[in-house]
């Protein structure tokens, strides 16, 4: 690491500790020449994919935009901000993880979708809504005929495995 004062490459850890719950390391270093401290962070950097809209257009990925869409699905909704925070990290932490180099709009749609539904069913709705262009009653009445059911299979399953 180069010396911030004298422009030395030669510097020695001093100390080494943990921070961020082990997401960052801290060192403390020490230039043999002018002999000042100085410290650094090492940290992973994340090289989000580009995303690949339907059009074919490619973008860099933006939570700030993913962030947005959720506000917008969430809008009203009883969930906690550490909730919406811990959602979008769940998200984010997905796409990071396929180890690609691109994804489709759609794969962050349905990781969206997913997270949403077992979020809060009435976002994961109006996430929906838009996201799949409903136009008809029917689509709602289809979507939220999928939830009931699911639940009622999970209400079922959770039934069975007590009476076991």
């Not at 401290?37 to 989000?48: A, H, I, L």
């Not at 699905?73 to 009883?78: E, N, S, T, V, W």
Request: net charge positive; glycine share 4%.
């Amino acid at each position: 690491m180069k010396c911030p004062f004298c422009g030395k490459t030669d510097t020695q850890v001093v100390d080494s500790r943990w921070q961020d719950e082990g997401r960052v390391i801290r060192r403390r270093r020490r230039c043999p020449d002018c002999e000042k401290r100085f410290t650094t962070f090492e940290r992973v950097e994340k090289v989000m994919p580009m995303v690949v809209k339907r059009d074919g257009r490619r973008i860099e990925f933006d939570l700030s935009k993913l962030e947005a869409s959720m506000n917008m699905a969430l809008r009203k909704r009883p969930v906690s901000t550490e909730a919406r925070e811990n959602a979008l990290q769940v998200i984010q932490d997905a796409v990071f993880n396929m180890g690609e180099k691109e994804i489709s709009t759609e794969t962050v749609g349905e990781l969206v979708m997913q997270t949403l539904k077992e979020l809060d069913q009435v976002a994961y709705v109006r996430f929906a809504s838009v996201y799949q262009s409903f136009e008809h009653i029917d689509e709602f009445v289809k979507a939220i005929s999928e939830m009931q059911g699911q639940k009622h299979g999970i209400t079922k399953l959770k039934h069975h495995e007590s009476k076991s």
